[in-house]
C-alpha cells in the first residue's frame, strides 16, 4: 500500500466528494478571469493573493464575502484547486501556517479536472 500523502488528493478521491460530501469545501485560488471559463462545480474562488486575508477573516465577513461559511480550522475536507496544482500548493502551505490541519492540494487542478470530466 502506497503511503497517503495527505497534503495531496487524486481526482478519484475528489470526484467522489464534489456534490457529494456536505463536508467539501474546495476553493479555487486562480483569477476571477480564469474561473469564469470554467471551474469544478461548488468550488469557491478566493484568488491566491487573497487566500492570506479570507482565511484570516471573521466569520461574518468570511460568510459576506464569498456566501459560505468560513471553514473551521479542523475542517476534514478543506481543498485547494487552481490551473496545475501551484498556487493551490501555495494556498495549502498558508492554510496549514494558520491552522488549517487537514488543508489539502487537488494537484491536478482545473486542468485535470476539465480533461477527465470531459471523457
Known amino acids: 500500500e502506497a503511503h497517503q500523502d495527505n497534503t495531496k488528493t487524486v481526482y478519484n478521491d475528489l470526484k467522489e466528494l464534489v456534490g457529494k460530501s456536505p463536508n467539501l469545501v474546495l476553493i479555487d485560488v486562480r483569477s476571477t478571469g480564469e474561473v469564469a471559463r470554467g471551474c469544478i462545480p461548488g468550488s469557491i474562488n478566493i484568488p491566491i493573493e487573497m487566500i492570506d486575508s479570507a482565511l484570516s477573516m471573521m466569520p461574518q465577513d468570511f460568510k ?56
Not at 493551490?88 to 494558520?98: G, I, N, P, Q, V
Open 64 to 119: 459576506a464575502s464569498y456566501g459560505v461559511n468560513k471553514p473551521e480550522l479542523n475542517a476534514p475536507e478543506l481543498v485547494f484547486t487552481c490551473q496545475s496544482g501551484g498556487r493551490a500548493a501555495r494556498a495549502t502551505t498558508k492554510a496549514r501556517s494558520l491552522g488549517y490541519t487537514n488543508a489539502r492540494t487537488y494537484p491536478g487542478g482545473y486542468g485535470e479536472w476539465s480533461y477527465k470530466d470531459g471523457m
